[in-house]
């Protein structure tokens, strides 16, 4: 897939109510489950029949084994996850394998090593994850995209509507943006990013 086509609405949700809402051309959703393998599948299988219908893509956060048994587009892996590399071994050639990077050196190993997008952030202030490092602001959000051109990268942490103009990245990534009105608040993203 061209970075061109590549979907620029990454929507982050272990909800299937918000995967109904928001899946379309143009938008990736993204199953992130925190318990068990089981729950993962469950909602990853759900998820996987929804997208294809509706012509969205549809990654796992993390969970190689589960994106695989519920075939799933591909995975979204980050700092601490099996490395790009072996995701990309155990997945084959042609899954997305996206990357979660914060740096232009960790963006160019991540495409080196067969990453097919980059997640990078947080752009800005967010409080959907515990733990996380300062935000990068669309300065240094910038700089990574720059450092990695053809690869479509994608700003996450903070993201809102009238932020999206900051950001000189191909698309943006976001988790409780979508929590109220999923389908209006995904209308109104992919209009930001046309």
Known sequence: M??????KLHVITDSLNVVRGVAQPGVAVQ?????T???????????????RAAGAMCLVNDR????????????????????????????????????????????RIAVAQG??????GPAFDTSTKDGLP?????????????AVPGTPVVAIGGITLNRVP???????????????????TAAAFLAALA
């Not at 061209?2 to 979907?7: E, I, K, L, Y």
């Not at 199953?31 to 318990?35: E, H, S």
């Open 2 to 7: 061209g970075a061109v086509s590549f979907p």
């Open 64 to 107: 190689i084994g589960v994106a695989l048994a519920a075939g799933a587009d591909g995975v979204h892996v980050g700092a601490d996850d099996l490395p790009v590399e072996a995701v990309r071994r155990v997945l084959g050639p042609v899954a997305v394998v996206g990357a979660t990077c914060r740096t232009p050196e960790s963006a």
């Open 166 to 184: 900051l950001l000189a990245t191909h698309g943006i990534a976001a988790v409780s943006a979508f929590t109220t009105d999923p389908e209006e």
């Open 115 to 120: 990453a097919t997008y980059l997640g990078v």
């Open 31 to 35: 199953i992130r489950v925190k318990t």
């Open 37 to 51: 393998d089981a729950q993962a599948y469950a909602v990853a299988v759900e998820a996987v029949e929804i997208c």
């Open 134 to 146: 300062p935000p990068l602001g669309p300065e240094r959000v910038a700089a990574v995209a720059a």
